[in-house]
């Protein structure tokens, strides 16, 4: 896992040095997002060519988590349709008693109902497909949960949009 993580760091480093910001081939999208801890509809909305904001209503076992991200896109490999997308944002939700299982780590046991919120992050990769308004991504979404930690945890994402 940790060779995986140094991997993903260093493409995204190089990435970083070497691309230029680039304007997405759409202004809004809505679709689904299938993660690591929840699943449900997302939306994501670009204020300027390489900035998007990006919600999440994640439904998960037991409860329901609401994310925020704000990223920032670039062209990835010279390849049309293929962006390059980091970014940060927060979550805030809520689970009651059961077992959840954490991505890489060992179960949490919550006897009752707690509150979710945290820091969260973003990483990966978006490809428009050429003539549709279909976008699919996939990432890696780090997150700090403090109400209920202080853990780290990352899980990863995939997201199928319809853009316009």
Known sequence: MKKFVLSVIALCSF????????????KTAVGLKFGGYENGPSIKYFMDEGTALEGVIGLRSHG???????ELHQSAFNTTGLKFYYGFGA????????VYKRFGGDDKVYQDSHILLGADGVLG??????????????DLNPRVELATGPFFDIAPGLGIKYTF
């Open 125 to 138: 990769l978006e490809y428009k497909l050429d003539q549709t308004p279909i976008a699919v991504s996939l």
């Open 15 to 26: 990435l970083l040095l070497s691309g230029s910001l680039h304007a997405q081939d759409y």
């Open 64 to 70: 329901v988590v609401f994310s925020g991200l704000y």
């Open 91 to 98: 979550h805030l939700g809520s689970v009651g008693s059961g």
